[in-house]
């Protein structure tokens, strides 16, 4: 298996991960304790601590990121496209999603955490941008 196809399972992982270890514990801890009942999430009205609205927050960002990467990956597996520059790029991407996810979540939202959230997130762009473009020059060479 690839890196990037390592990369893939690797963040799939990592968007469960943030869905149990965060809004499922917070949600059945309450549930289970007595202090919520099931229907008392709804997902259009802010509810809840703040760094669980964060989670959330954060679940959603993996959830939107990740049909980007799967789609370069496939792309990259369809062309059976092999680089180190890849693997370096989709490696980069995962650590800078999981940083992402763990100062979103862990900190309170301050213009420095901010700003340092948003380098990280332009950092996986950049890195999908990149695979992309790498992929689509090996695909378009006669």
């Given at each position: 298996?690839?890196?990037p196809?390592?990369?893939?399972?690797?963040?799939?992982?990592?968007?469960?991960?943030v869905?149990?270890?965060?809004?499922?514990i917070y949600?059945?801890?309450r549930?289970?304790?007595?202090?919520?009942?099931?229907?008392?999430?709804?997902?259009d009205?802010?509810?809840?601590?703040?760094w669980?609205r964060?989670a959330?927050r954060?679940?959603?960002?993996?959830l939107?990121n990740?049909?980007?990467?799967?789609a370069?990956?496939v792309?990259i597996?369809?062309?059976d496209?092999?680089s180190?520059v890849?693997?370096i790029?989709?490696t980069?991407?995962?650590?800078?999603?999981i940083m992402?996810?763990?100062i979103?979540?862990?900190?309170?939202?301050?213009?420095?955490v901010?700003?340092?959230?948003?380098s990280?997130f332009?950092?996986?762009?950049i890195c999908m941008?990149?695979?992309g473009?790498?992929?689509a020059m090996v695909v378009?060479?006669?």
């Amino acid at each position: 298996m690839t890196i990037p196809l390592w990369v893939l399972l690797g963040f799939a992982g990592w968007t469960l991960v943030v869905l149990l270890g965060t809004i499922g514990i917070y949600r059945w801890s309450r549930i289970l304790t007595g202090r919520a009942k099931p229907n008392e999430f709804p997902a259009d009205i802010p509810h809840g601590d703040d760094w669980y609205r964060r989670a959330m927050r954060s679940h959603a960002n993996c959830l939107e990121n990740l049909p980007i990467y799967t789609a370069i990956v496939v792309v990259i597996v369809a062309t059976d496209t092999r680089s180190p520059v890849l693997d370096i790029l989709a490696t980069l991407l995962l650590v800078a999603r999981i940083m992402q996810t763990i100062i979103h979540i862990g900190f309170k939202q301050s213009n420095m955490v901010v700003g340092f959230r948003f380098s990280l997130f332009f950092a996986q762009l950049i890195c999908m941008i990149g695979m992309g473009i790498m992929v689509a020059m090996v695909v378009s060479k006669p």
